[in-house]
Antibody
Framework: EVQLVESGGVVVQPGGSVRLSCAAS????????MHWVRQGPGKGLEWVSL????????KYADSVRGRFTISRDSSKKSLYLEMKSLTTEDSALYYC????????????WGQGTLVTVST | DIQMTQSPSSLSASVGDRVTITCRAS??????LNWYQRKPGKAPEVLIY???RLSTGVPSRFSGGGSGTDFTLTINILQAEDFATYFC?????????FGQGTKVEI
């Protein structure tokens, strides 16, 4: 059974930092480009970042570039998102998502981890 | 970025109804359009990929259509387990973008 389990969600003050983790199982993690997608309160889903299968390619949404860093550890079958200089606009449910190798979309989703940026 | 406009944002329906949700792209996305279902507390699941291809294990009452800028998701003979939120996503160009979602309620 495919599983993506996110962790690390927390309540943090503006300007703070958070590291999200995503543990993958049930599929060949090293074969997949992995993404982070988020949904803020009352907002639609927003793509955040991606890293390809070998870590050689990373991309970021304009809204997070320079503040967020995506990484992965194949030995641990895990994906990470380091988030710095957080603002209230970063408050969201963050999903770890596996992109399909054969079509342009998301084959696997986690249940999400909640980050709240608040004083 | 490609903007995805989904409608309606919510709808009320009954078991046995036929439901159609539409998704419009701000520019052509070819057939790079996918539909997902999300239920409270559960991970979203893909229903339809590449506009009209049914994902493995998804009941045949779900169908997708369209190409270019206009797409539809149809649920024939709505079942109780279909009450959920549905959203579209374009995979034509990064950043992949999403519709705002349609909540299907009883």
């Amino acid at each position: 059974e495919v599983q993506l389990v996110e962790s690390g969600g927390v309540v943090v003050q503006p300007g703070g930092s958070v590291r999200l983790s995503c543990a993958a199982s049930g599929f060949r993690f090293d074969d997949y480009t992995m993404h982070w997608v988020r949904q803020g309160p009352g907002k639609g889903l927003e793509w955040v970042s991606l890293m390809n299968w070998d870590g050689g390619t990373t991309k970021y949404a304009d809204s997070v570039r320079g503040r967020f860093t995506i990484s992965r550890d194949s030995s641990k079958k895990s994906l990470y998102l380091e988030m710095k200089s957080l603002t209230t606009e970063d408050s969201a449910l963050y999903y770890c998502v596996g992109a399909s190798r054969f079509w342009s979309g998301y084959e696997f989703w986690g249940q999400g981890t909640l980050v709240t940026v608040s004083t | 970025d490609i903007q995805m406009t989904q409608s309606p944002s919510s709808l009320s329906a009954s078991v046995g109804d036929r439901v159609t949700i539409t998704c419009r792209a701000s520019q052509s996305v070819g057939n790079f359009l996918n539909w997902y279902q999300r239920k409270p507390g559960k991970a979203p699941e893909v229903l339809i990929y590449s506009a009209s291809r049914l994902s493995t294990g998804v009941p045949s009452r779900f169908s997708g259509g369209g190409s270019g800028t206009d797409f539809t998701l149809t649920i024939n003979i709505l079942q109780a387990e279909d009450f959920a939120t549905y959203f579209c996503q374009q995979g034509y160009s990064i950043p992949w973008t999403f519709g705002q979602g349609t909540k299907v309620e009883i």
